[in-house]
């Protein structure tokens, strides 16, 4: 069974920066393209970032390119995303996903979320 867990939200301020992390087990982690989706309050899902199975391609939501760096150990079966110079519109829970599972919006299996603040 697809597992993932998110960790590294909190609380920041304005231009600064937060390092999210997804730990995944349950499937071969190498073997597929990862996603970050985020989700807002009273807001539907959008996409973020994409790193492919092989970690030499990299795809970014406009809205965070330039900002955001996605990133993936296969050896740790870990997928990061590197936030910096954050502004209030960020804020919301991150989650990560198996790229087909966000496709999909099969939602049960994106892990719970960890929620990101960005006020002053």
């Known amino acids: 069974e697809v597992q993932l867990v998110e960790s590294g939200g909190g609380l920041v301020q304005p231009g600064g920066s937060l390092r999210l992390s997804c730990a995944a087990s349950g499937f071969i982690f190498r073997g597929y393209d990862m996603s970050w989706v985020r989700q807002a309050p009273g807001k539907g899902p959008e996409w973020v970032s994409t790193i492919n199975s092989g970690d030499s391609y990299t795809y970014y939501a406009d809205s965070v390119k330039g900002r955001f760096t996605i990133s993936r150990d296969n050896a740790k079966n870990t997928l990061y995303l590197q936030m910096n110079s954050l502004k209030p519109e960020d804020t919301a829970v991150y989650y990560c996903?198996?790229?087909?599972?966000?496709?999909?919006?099969?939602?049960?299996?994106w892990g719970q979320g960890t929620q990101v603040t960005v006020s002053s």
């Open positions: 996903a198996r790229s087909q599972d966000w496709y999909r919006r099969r939602r049960d299996s």
